[in-house]
Structures are given as structure tokens and as C-alpha cells.
């Protein structure tokens, strides 16, 4: 049905609400969409930055030559790897240390309640409880004795290798470099850099273009990677940090390296977090 309007008629306000509000309406949506579209270009472009930053226009940027005075830092980290591949890490030294103690417990429990049995004059009651504490005894040795040998002899094994002292040298060398490469790397890629030259691959796509205005951050993220990279012999073209390590094994040398691993990836998913913001 259709409203008749006279000359002269002046809609109201009503009227003139409902024919500009779904006006307003379309006008939101398409503003919305082309918010949604900038935002999309926006993050393709700070990929793109990302992967051309450091590309300079000298020549390649070989960060992970082993040369020069980097040399033999390397080959005293690799000496330290063979060392610390016998050396147990703390955690796990506890870890093992509770395992041997937890299972002579239940040996000691075991003992005692045979000892009150063997000792006569129990109470029935109190025997048939005996009795029962023994067999679950005997039932919980039996299924940790493997693991609790395995311990022992890994805990004899790391005590053995801890009182080398070649390894204890080599260990202390090793500390030694890992701070000294950190210098050689910064000042590797400050040259790089001060002489516009192409970064690798792995270089742009981890780091990314400087942080600004204060780029220390993004500097120390860059130091530690080159750092990893030489430590670990990283030859990757394109990951930065090559595949995650395991610290499965326990041993001093992978768990160092995994903790390492996990605390440089935090701080490029944080450069990588600080490049969407900006």
C-alpha cells in the first residue's frame, strides 16, 4: 500500500530517518571492507619490507663464513659440544638422583615390613598387613629396578666424566668463546651493514627490517642468531635458526642448546610481533 503525499507535504523526521539509515548502513559495510582490505595490504607489505630489509646493493654478506679470528672460536665451541655430550644437565642430574632415591626407598619399606614378619609375635591383623605391604613392595621394585639401574649408572657415568679434567677444560673454554663469538658476530654484521652489503636469505627473513627509532633490540636478536648459527654449524639458506634441537637426552650440550634455540625464537616472534604494530 502506498501513502499518498499532497503538494506541499513535508516528510518528518521518522520518514527521513528510514529512508537515510540504510544509507548509513552501506556506507558502514563498505567502510568496514575496505578497512579489512588495508589491513591485509598492510601485513603483506611488512613482509615484503621484511624480506627485501638488509638487502643493500653490495656484495653478499657471507655472515657465516668460519674465518678469520672466528676460527678458532668455533673449533674450541666444538670441543666443548664433545665434552658436554658426557655431562649430565642439572635438571636432569636431579631428576635421576630422585628416581635412584625414590626406588632405595621402596627397598628400605620392603626391608622393614620383612623385618617385623621375621621378628614374630605380630598380630594377625597387622601381619596380614605386613604381608600386603610386602607384596606391593616387591611388585613396585620389580617394575622401576630397570630404571633405577639405568639412573645409577648414567649418575657413575656423569660422575666418572665430570672428574676429566680435560673436559672440565674444555668446558671452561668453551664459556669462554660463546661470549667472544657473540663479539666477532656483532661486529660481522655491524660491517655488513655499514657497508650496505646483501644479507642472506635467513638473515632477512628471521630479522627482518630495523626497529626504529631505537634498534638495539633488534641488533642484540641479530647478534644472537649469527651467534647460534657459528656455534651450531647452521648452514640453513633460509631458517634461521635451522631444526629445533631436543633436549630429550638430557645431556648438557642439548639442553643448553634447546634452551638457547627457545629463548632466540622468542625474541624474533617478538621482532615479528613489533613489525605488525608499527
Keep these: 500500500m502506498h501513502t499518498v503525499r499532497f503538494a506541499g ?6 520518514e527521513r530517518l528510514e529512508v537515510v539509515e540504510p544509507q548509513v548502513a552501506t556506507l558502514i559495510s563498505h567502510v568496514g571492507q575496505l578497512a579489512a582490505q588495508l589491513e591485509r595490504m598492510t601485513a603483506r607489505l611488512t613482509v615484503l619490507e621484511r624480506r627485501l630489509s638488509g638487502a643493500g646493493d653490495g656484495e653478499p654478506a657471507d655472515l657465516d663464513a668460519v674465518a678469520g679470528d672466528i676460527a678458532p672460536l668455533v673449533e674450541a665451541l666444538r670441543v666443548a659440544w664433545d665434552a658436554e655430550q658426557e655431562l649430565l ?5 636431579v631428576e635421576l638422583r630422585q628416581l635412584v632415591l625414590e626406588f632405595e626407598g621402596l627397598k628400605a619399606r620392603r626391608d622393614e615390613a620383612r623385618s617385623k614378619l621375621d621378628g614374630g609375635r605380630v598380630p594377625r591383623f597387622e601381619r596380614d598387613a605386613l604381608s600386603h605391604e610386602v607384596r606391593q613392595m616387591e611388585w613396585l621394585i620389580n617394575a622401576n629396578e630397570a630404571s633405577a639401574q639405568r639412573a645409577a649408572e648414567r ?15 674444555a668446558v671452561l673454554a668453551g664459556e669462554k668463546a660463546r661470549e667472544e663469538i ?10 655488513a651493514l655499514s657497508q650496505y652489503a646483501r644479507m642472506p636469505v635467513w638473515f632477512r627473513v628471521g630479522l627482518g627490517e630495523i626497529t626504529a627509532p631505537d634498534p ?7 647478534v644472537a642468531v649469527l651467534a647460534y648459527r657459528l656455534e651450531y654449524g647452521v648452514t640453513d639458506a633460509v631458517s ?20 638457547v634455540y627457545a629463548d632466540i625464537t622468542d625474541r624474533l616472534a617478538t621482532l615479528a610481533a613489533t613489525f605488525h604494530l608499527q
Excluded: C, H
Design 155 to 169: 649418575l657413575v657415568a656423569d660422575e666418572d666424566a665430570t672428574g676429566e679434567q680435560w673436559r672440565t677444560e
Design 240 to 259: 634461521p635458526l635451522g631444526a629445533p634441537p631436543s633436549a630429550t637426552s638430557g645431556n648438557e650440550a642439548w639442553v643448553r642448546r634447546a634452551n
Design 216 to 222: 638495539s633490540f633488534w641488533l642484540d636478536a641479530a
Design 182 to 191: 657473540r663479539d666477532a658476530a656483532a661486529r660481522r654484521i655491524s660491517a
Design 89 to 93: 644437565a642439572d635438571p636432569m642430574r
Design 9 to 14: 507535504w513535508v516528510p518528518t523526521e521518522k
